[in-house]
């Protein structure tokens, strides 16, 4: 994020990119789940989940091997593609 205050336009560009295609994916993420997240009530909700769901959730939810074990559990894209 030092290339925002460095005023490097590529650098804080391709972050700003990264950022925005984390949240695009999350987004999809949680549109596969079964109970889909409430809506934000407003900026402040916005970004205390934001974080909640970057810092705690996501890595608890991959350090309990929950990750791996949804991963090998899904039917893979060709077996759906086949349909």
Do not use: C
């Not at 079964?34 to 934000?40: D, E, G, L, R």
């Amino acid at each position: 994020m030092s290339a925002i205050a460095q005023r490097k336009p590529l650098p804080a560009l391709m972050w700003v990119s990264l950022a925005v295609v984390s949240l695009g994916l999350q987004r999809q993420g949680h549109a596969l789940e079964a109970k889909t997240p409430a809506p934000f009530r407003n900026g402040f909700n916005f970004m205390t989940r934001l974080y909640t769901e970057q810092f705690y959730t996501f890595p608890k939810f991959v350090l309990s091997g929950k990750f791996q074990e949804n991963w090998l559990a899904a039917p893979s894209q060709d077996a759906q593609t086949r349909r």
